[in-house]
């Protein structure tokens, strides 16, 4: 019972380990699209006002 348990101990922290390795690129991905998401609305919202200057 208690090969078990440390074995179910070392799966656990390679599956926490791996977990972060996909997590912290995944969340860096995610907060760039948004930015990005965010600044082609600014720049559609900021569009016509400089058609008009011409």
């Known amino acids: ?10 799966l656990s ?11 912290i ?3 860096i991905v995610v907060g760039l699209a948004g930015g990005a998401m965010i600044g082609a609305e600014l720049t559609q919202m ?4 400089i058609q008009y200057m011409h």
């Open 46 to 49: 900021q569009g016509p006002a």
């Open 25 to 27: 690129p995944l969340a």
């Open 1 to 10: 019972m208690q090969m078990i348990q440390s074995s179910y101990r070392g």
């Open 13 to 23: 922290l390679v599956l926490d380990l791996g977990l972060d390795r996909i997590l």
